[in-house]
């Protein structure tokens, strides 16, 4: 019986090697010929038939674990909930929501959404959020399949934790999928270890690379999102020659001269070169809030150059709507009531999350200021107009703006539990960031994210604005333009 057992476990060993010795992560394809206006780009996508550009939506969901994805997910919930009237239709403000920046975490929830919709409501909690997704990537680690499989140079962690998501969440779906459900554009960001910034899994960066993002499987682009350091490895891609007919974006060749240096496309045209050179062969990818954990980055590109801006300069955007949904933590400092410093493990948490915290709030400090500059030049120019029509009525008018904005940014955050009767901040700053919650920590995460939604004062106004012009009435004076900017 033992001679048997021992023949068995050779052979199951010589098998395992013969059909997984060679195991190497899913790479990107090529794109021979390059095209514009197709693939997973915003301008691509079909905005249906409850969607209006004069209402625009944006979500940001932070990185954070289950906590991150929980919380972004009552948030859903409650635009589901919340009915609206825009050019005298009534609709769920989720149907009006036009994109998601995710991080980590927030990637689950966003992605999805984008993939499944309404089954978010479904199935969600019981596939992921409520699930034990940590004791999952470790069983796989004591499959001995995997063994073999992780002593191939090209497999990894992550490859590992991409097939869990893969066949257990996500159900093999790729970024086609995402694209023939039109919007909301689903932006799932991931951070390139090789240069520090911020990687999109869209067209326009896999355009950089030569590489088509269609075929690709949505699991792989969340496990780079969320890839956090230490405990998983990062997802590689391929960096191809340029598809023949390759134009870069109407933006990137005046903003690429040294003169630009100090400006936000500089920066941007820095990024993408990084891509358009060859000699950087691979790309490898790590958790997205290494270098923006709240998801604010790439609306803040949206707005300078993207797909933003085009409908501001178009005239198409009345309100500017950013839902910050921001699951960051923070436990009682207990070091400064402490004689002696801090051990090793300590300081390494702090190390890795420290700098992503402040630049979280730097983020969305620089999205206010964008959108503040922007309703102080159009009040300039009001009264600059006004100016001249009573003391030089026939000097020729400012060139005016295509329309006006009225912008909002709504930040949801665990401080702002401390106004809602009943609760305590502290329970949620105190939660772990990690893939496995109890029951009553996802429920109690759903359930605070619509009461703190509806205590924004931002969103109150947003909510009195629509209201009021659905109806025919003057804005509400203490809502005037700006007033959604800032808390």
Request: proline residues 5%; contains cysteine.
């Amino acid at each position: 019986m033992m001679k048997k057992a021992a023949v068995f476990m050779a052979l199951f060993v010589v098998v395992s090697v013969f059909f997984t010795g060679c195991a190497h992560y899913i790479v990107n394809d090529q794109s021979p010929n390059f095209d514009g206006k197709s693939g997973y780009r915003f301008d691509a996508l079909d905005p249906g038939a409850e969607n209006s550009d004069a209402l625009f939506v944006c979500l940001m969901f932070s990185g954070g674990g289950t906590r991150a994805a929980a919380l972004s997910y009552g948030i859903m919930e409650a635009l589901r909930d919340t009915i609206v009237r825009v050019d005298g239709k009534q609709k769920r403000l989720l149907d009006e929501v036009d994109c998601i920046s995710s991080v980590s975490g927030g990637s689950f929830t966003a992605a999805y959404y984008g993939l499944f919709r309404e089954r978010l409501f479904q199935d969600f909690r019981g596939r992921f959020l409520e699930r034990d997704i940590q004791g999952a990537l470790a069983g796989q680690l004591f499959n001995p399949v995997n063994w073999v499989r992780l002593a191939s140079p090209n497999f990894s962690r992550i490859d590992m934790a991409a097939e869990l998501y893969n066949s257990d969440i996500f159900d093999a779906a790729t970024f086609e999928h995402l694209q023939r459900n039109g919007r909301p554009f689903v932006i799932l960001n991931a951070t390139n270890l090789g240069v520090d910034r911020r990687f999109g899994f869209t067209q326009e960066y896999f355009d950089a690379l030569g590489s088509r993002l269609n075929a690709y499987q949505v699991s792989r682009a969340v496990a780079a999102s969320s890839a956090f350091p230490y405990l998983l490895t990062p997802i590689s891609l391929k960096n191809y020659p340029v598809a023949e007919g390759y134009a870069a974006p109407w933006w990137y060749t005046n903003a690429i001269a040294p003169k630009n240096w100090i400006t936000q496309r500089y920066n941007a045209a820095k990024n993408l070169s990084v891509y358009l050179d060859k000699h950087n062969r691979y790309i490898h990818l790590m958790d997205g809030g290494l270098s923006d954990n709240i998801g604010a980055r790439a609306i803040l590109d949206a707005f300078d150059r993207g797909f933003i801006r085009t409908r501001i300069n178009q005239g198409a955007i009345r309100q500017l709507v950013l839902i910050v949904v921001n699951a960051r933590t923070q436990s009682e400092d207990q070091l400064s009531r402490k004689e002696h410093p801090p051990g090793f493990f300590t300081v390494a948490e702090k190390t890795a999350t420290v700098a992503m915290d402040n630049y979280s709030y730097d983020s969305v400090t620089k999205l206010r200021e964008a959108l503040y500059a922007r309703v102080q030049t159009q009040k300039n120019d009001e009264a600059c107009g006004a100016l001249l029509s009573q003391y030089c009525p026939r000097a020729p008018k400012p060139t005016a703006f295509a329309a006006d904005i009225d912008p909002y940014v709504i930040e949801i955050n665990f401080e702002a539990a401390a106004q809602i009767p009943g609760e305590d901040p502290r329970y949620y700053l105190d939660l772990p960031t990690s893939f496995k919650l109890s029951r009553e920590q996802i429920t109690r995460l759903v359930t605070i994210g619509p009461k703190l939604l509806q205590a924004a004062p931002q969103y109150q106004c947003m909510r009195k604005v629509l209201a009021a012009e659905a109806e025919g009435r003057p804005r509400p004076e203490e809502c005037p333009a700006g007033a959604g900017i800032f808390p």
